[in-house]
């Protein structure tokens, strides 16, 4: 079975920042398309950015701007650096790769 690892997520005060990892099996994450996800409570789950193995990326229009989405495939890892934190970003983030789902970590921002 095949298990995205994610961590980094935490409570923050509005305005902060957090960096949000996801590890995932060198077979899996090589030839990737990594992506994370956020769902909010009574939201369904969103699409907020995605980076090609080749480091091409791409960001939902609410988080262009303060979401970086990279990739270190020497450590099989990838990030989502968060900036200027809003309310509105609280959510569960989720980690996806070929199929695979992380588990998911809270973000809670408190205003």
């Known amino acids: 079975q095949v298990q995205l690892v994610e961590s980094g997520g935490g409570l923050v005060q509005a305005g902060g920042s957090l960096r949000l990892s996801c590890g995932a099996p060198?077979?899996?994450?090589?030839?990737?398309?990594m992506a994370w996800y956020r769902q909010a409570p009574g939201k369904q789950r969103e699409l907020v950015a995605t980076?090609?193995?080749?480091?091409?990326?791409n960001y939902a229009e609410s988080v262009k701007g303060r979401f970086t989405i990279s990739r270190d495939n020497d450590q099989n890892t990838a990030y989502l650096q968060i900036n200027s934190l809003k309310y509105e970003d609280t959510a569960v983030y989720y980690c996806?790769?070929?199929?695979?789902w992380g588990q998911g970590t809270q973000v809670s921002v408190s205003s």
């Open positions: 996806w790769a070929s199929r695979y």
């Open positions: 980076i090609t193995s080749g480091g091409s990326t």
């Open positions: 060198g077979r899996i994450f090589s030839r990737s398309v």
